[in-house]
């Protein structure tokens, strides 16, 4: 016993220690790392043996989780919001396009049934947010395209899930109608929406309400908040993804205490639980079962990426404002990840008959997938004109680090190209009393401020002042009007919490 125990340390060790220094030859390769975890996984699988399906399963929707907190934290409500139309298209009548199209593809090509075949386009429908911009890196794309595709990347999980249920439903049941399964989705939708906002709502009041002794259990609680969101959500019949999702972007653009080791901590999080995932999931594939699907996995991610997913788009982008040029790398953008490999054990766990055909297909597409378009992500981007500076305000990165259990905090501030303290000396600037520039961050370089010392676009400034003050201070470097306290009517919704500064 004891023995087992000392080597699934070793083993778990060797697994984050490879994984993290695999994320430094993706990117210096141009490639999602999420392919070296799925080959370290592949190459565990060739001395250890490994087939518990439920289990990976289960890693694998946490760490679902965990990835769509942190990105939702991170997501721009500002540069979401006019974008909320075309990615929403994109997430549901687009996943829904490409899902016909490949399952069509998968019937002859796989040899399946069609509902089989429509099971297998439904799984590789969606698109893998995290693989996405992981490839992009540094890269800054323009803000309507890069706020289009992380709304769509990070709600389009959704439909995929409930399409591959739906399928796999009509497939053991035949007497499943498709009316009764769009009946689902819809209340699916609905409760994620509606949970993913009751819950955002008491995170952001739970968080800045409770004093808690310790400040990195804030992280933790948030994290508590996030997977008791998807519980809650999915054992009521609701869509547990969007949920968290919806969750994370309100409890993302709130103004938060302790939200810098939030982040911070959710980041590192996020990152483990990456690297577990894919490696598991690489450890539920033999090598030799993948070249039985050799051709019809090629034939099928060629369809997926040239047919599927263009047609897909640019159907759905008709009523917008999307330039062709913006078009052409919505359509390149749909790299597969971490949720169609998920959900290719949906299959295998419900005894699917062609279950492993499936998987062995699914597993092959995303990996020439992650191949193909995520070493030509970056190019493709810079190729198409589609970059811009990134120095103007980013709402997210508003953020407050209290001092103990003080009533002064230290907030961070990045200056944007129209913040009114643009080219001014901190010498010009009115503070509010008992408020002072404690550092300024510029070009990665720290700058110890003094009065004659010039505030420019893209820094990013550190000031102590006092909670109470907190509108005021944004209000003289950002230019965003502090909110008059006054009481006012009472609506419905102030159960849920209002946003106080």
């Not at 060797?14 to 993706?26: A, C, D, E, I, P």
């Not at 929707?61 to 721009?76: D, H, P, R, S, W």
């Not at 690489?282 to 599927?308: C, E, K, N, R, Y």
């Not at 980013?394 to 944007?416: Q, R, V």
């Amino acid at each position: 016993m004891a023995d087992n125990i000392t080597s699934f340390v070793f083993l778990f060790a060797l697994m984050l220690l490879v994984g993290v220094f695999t994320t430094k030859f993706s990117a210096r390769l141009g490639l999602p790392s999420l392919v070296l975890f799925l080959f370290v996984g592949m190459l565990l699988n060739e001395f250890i043996y490994f087939e518990n399906v439920e289990l990976t399963q289960f890693i694998g929707i946490m760490a679902l989780i965990i990835i769509l907190f942190e990105g939702g934290t991170q997501t721009k409500w500002n540069n979401m919001r006019p974008v909320l139309a075309p990615a929403g298209v994109l997430a549901t009548v687009g996943v829904l396009l490409t899902s016909v199209i490949t399952g069509f593809a998968a019937y002859y090509i796989l040899d399946l049934t069609m509902l089989e075949g429509m099971l297998f386009g439904a799984i590789v429908g969606s698109t893998d947010a995290a693989a996405v911009f992981s490839v992009l890196g540094s890269k800054n794309i323009n803000k309507r395209l890069t706020a289009t595709l992380e709304a769509e990347s990070g709600t389009n999980d959704p439909m995929a899930v409930f399409l591959t249920v739906a399928f796999i439903e009509m497939i053991k049941v035949p007497e499943t109608t498709i009316w009764s399964a769009v009946g689902d989705f819809f209340i699916q939708m609905g409760l994620g929406l509606i949970f993913g906002l009751l819950f955002g709502r008491l995170s952001v009041l739970l968080i800045n309400k409770i004093r808690l002794d310790v400040s990195g259990m804030y992280p933790l609680l948030a994290l508590g908040s996030a997977v008791l969101t998807y519980g809650v959500t999915d054992s009521l019949g609701g869509s547990g993804f969007l949920a968290v999702y919806v969750m994370a972007v309100l409890v993302g653009n709130s103004d938060l205490m302790h939200k810098f080791s939030i982040v911070r901590f959710n980041e590192g999080f996020a990152w483990m639980m990456q690297i577990i995932m894919f490696i598991f999931l690489g450890m539920l594939v033999f090598p030799s079962d993948l070249l039985t699907v050799g051709w019809q996995g090629v034939l099928l991610a060629i369809i997926l990426m040239f047919v599927a997913r263009p047609v897909a788009t640019f159907l759905c982008m008709i009523f917008f404002k999307h330039s062709v040029k913006e078009q052409i790398f919505l359509s390149w953008t749909g790299l597969k990840g971490a949720v169609p490999i998920v959900l290719a054990t949906y299959p295998l766990i419900s005894e699917v008959e062609n279950g492993y055909i499936i998987f062995n297909a699914v597993f092959f597409v995303v990996l020439i997938s992650a191949l193909v378009q995520g070493s030509t992500l970056s190019p493709l981007a810079t190729k198409l004109g589609l970059t811009e500076d990134g120095t103007d305000f980013d709402p997210s990165g508003f953020e407050m680090i209290p001092l103990g259990n003080t009533d002064s905090e230290i907030i961070k501030l990045p200056i944007g190209k129209k913040a009114p303290v643009v080219h001014s000396t901190l010498i010009d600037i009115t503070l509010p009393s008992d408020t002072l520039v404690v550092g300024i961050v510029r070009e990665e370089e720290l700058i110890t401020p003094g009065g004659t010392t010039s505030i420019e676009a893209g820094d990013t400034l550190f000031v102590l002042s006092e909670k109470e003050k907190r509108s005021k201070v944004r209000e003289v470097f950002l230019g965003k009007k502090a909110k008059k306290e006054k009481p006012k009517k009472k609506k419905w919704w102030d159960i849920f919490g209002r946003k106080k500064d």
